[in-house]
């Protein structure tokens, strides 16, 4: 008798289940998507996956992978890693190897190291398609939009057709945007174009002081080309300001420009292809640089990061009954379900939700661990590490001290911090912009909430290797460790991690937390 029932709950199921083309339709091919999409389909789900791009002005499009893939983390690692090569040749000189002292004194080859990353990521895209053939997804090159709750729409060869799915996830992701109100603005590219340019962009002006805009100027700085950030306001708005304010001035002590206080109004063509840039102040208190600053200047390149802009408009989602923060345009969920019990969101789409790939990936996984295995297990959106591969890389894990300050109130926190030296290139003497021997050149700060036995709420590094040295720390913080924990670690000598195990100097002492050697 058990088994019948159960044979006719099955059937009933399966019947249910077959109301629909699809137990999961994804729309959006990047980290988060696939990520969804492949669990869904070992979970025995019939899965459908949508993804298109559409061609930026200047034409540059991609394959299937997403933002991370094609224009993001991959090939910005790739091309800091270049830069990263050519700063060390001094250190190659200094430890024997028969190189010019200055990397400037070699050629450096865009169109070399542009078709070394672009085969990558090709490769990447050719590799996310077999996983999916392998999964025994059905991978539909085409816009996605809805007609109602459960049906979707597409052209394909002209024709159109439509499918039905179960479940639908929303993944698709964000795109720069450049602000309306500058002129000329179509002559402007964006980080959907820099990293698919197959020549030099040139003399090159980075407008924006986000980390996007960052990551750029320091690996064309270091590839050798004249680049100039634009800044508004501040560096990194949102991060530790300690950690920002010495990341700034690093990337200023190696030669770095900055047009602090400015804001592009006007771009325009010249007869030599260069583009004219006009800036107008953005600050009331002007002061002389500033009034320099906004002073109209001629660039090869003129490069927009100043935000980014939810890819959820064109798709019908108010057909669904989806409904958008008025304001960002992202969807507001709990727990990647949006107002629409059967339609669920990951990724930059996400109102509230950090913007980075691991993050979409872990979302994308275990949502469909629950809607397929009836599992249990929520993303955990808090304390989420993150790295800023600038010149001098900056990770981090947890609160800025600004944050801890509102959540746990000052009087309640011990913070504690350290500058110090890489072995690696302090004893080669690496110099600065000024030919003077650069010297504490990473930055340590741990924040201890003092109530609950100096717990540690937030982790912040600045020095090589950024991302591999808070890994670690990041589980650290996750398991709930105090400062106690961390000073009985012992450390890995010599290495830059093992100092935050010997982190003495809290910043209430008011002692110097400069080193005099490493």
């Known amino acids: 008798m058990a088994d019948k029932d159960k044979m006719d709950v099955d059937k009933d199921k399966e019947e249910k289940s077959s109301e629909y083309d699809y137990d999961l339709i994804v729309i959006g091919g990047g980290s988060g998507g696939i990520s969804c999409a492949k669990e869904a389909s070992l979970l025995g789900a019939k899965v459908a996956l949508f993804d298109y791009v559409n061609p930026t002005v200047h034409g540059t499009k991609w394959g299937l992978g997403g933002t991370c893939v094609n224009v993001g983390c991959i090939p910005k690692k790739m091309m800091h890693y270049s830069s990263l090569l050519g700063e060390s040749m001094h250190d190659a000189h200094m430890l024997g190897w028969d190189v010019p002292e200055h990397h400037k004194e070699l050629k450096f080859s865009w169109e070399k190291m542009s078709e070394t990353v672009t085969n990558y990521v090709k490769s990447l895209n050719w590799g996310y398609k077999v996983q999916l053939n392998e999964h025994g997804i059905t991978y539909i090159k085409a816009f996605a939009k809805f007609v109602d709750a459960h049906t979707i729409e597409y052209e394909k060869r002209k024709k159109t057709e439509q499918i039905t799915g179960k479940y639908i996830v929303l993944a698709m992701g964000g795109r720069p945007k450049i602000p309306s109100s500058v002129e000329g603005r179509e002559l402007a590219i964006t980080s959907d174009d820099i990293f698919w340019q197959s020549t030099s962009p040139g003399k090159t002006l980075c407008v924006g002081a986000s980390y996007i805009s960052l990551e750029t100027a320091g690996f064309l700085h270091g590839m050798g080309l004249d680049v100039t950030v634009c800044v508004r306001s501040i560096l990194l708005r949102g991060f530790d300001r300690d950690a920002v304010d010495f990341v700034g001035d690093y990337m200023k002590e190696i030669g770095m420009k900055f047009k602090m206080g400015a804001s592009p109004t006007k771009l325009e063509k010249l007869e030599d292809g260069k583009i004219r840039v006009t800036f107008k102040s953005t600050s009331d208190d002007v002061s002389e640089e500033e009034k320099g600053n906004a002073k109209a200047e001629i660039y ?30 992202k969807i507001r969920c709990s727990k990647e379900q949006t107002n629409v019990a059967h339609i669920f969101a990951v990724g930059d789409i996400v109102y509230g939700a950090p913007e980075l790939t691991p993050v979409a990936i872990q979302a994308g996984k275990l949502l ?63 110099k600065n912009k000024d030919g003077k021997e650069m010297n504490n050149t990473i930055y340590f700060k741990v924040i201890c909430d003092k109530k609950q036995k100096n717990k540690i709420v937030g982790f912040h590094y600045c020095g090589p290797n950024a991302g591999e040295v808070m890994q670690g720390f990041a589980l650290a913080l996750k398991v709930g460790c105090t400062k106690d924990d961390l000073d009985n670690v012992v450390g890995i000598h010599p290495t830059c991690a093992e100092w935050f195990t010997t982190l003495k100097v809290t910043k209430s002492s008011g002692e110097s937390a400069e080193a005099t050697a490493c």
């Open 368 to 430: 469909a661990k629950r809607l397929f295995k009836s599992a249990t297990n929520w993303m955990d959106y808090h304390f989420v590490p993150t790295t800023v591969f600038t010149p001098c890389e900056y990770s981090c894990c947890g609160y800025s001290e600004e944050e801890a300050a509102d959540v746990y109130d000052e009087e309640n926190l011990e913070v504690y911090h350290m500058k110090n030296n890489p072995l690696e290139t302090y004893s080669v003497k690496r």
């Open 300 to 329: 090869d390149t003129v490069m927009f990061a100043t935000g980014r802009a939810p890819e959820t408009k064109n798709l019908g989602l108010d057909k669904a009954g989806v409904t958008l923060d008025e304001d960002s345009g």
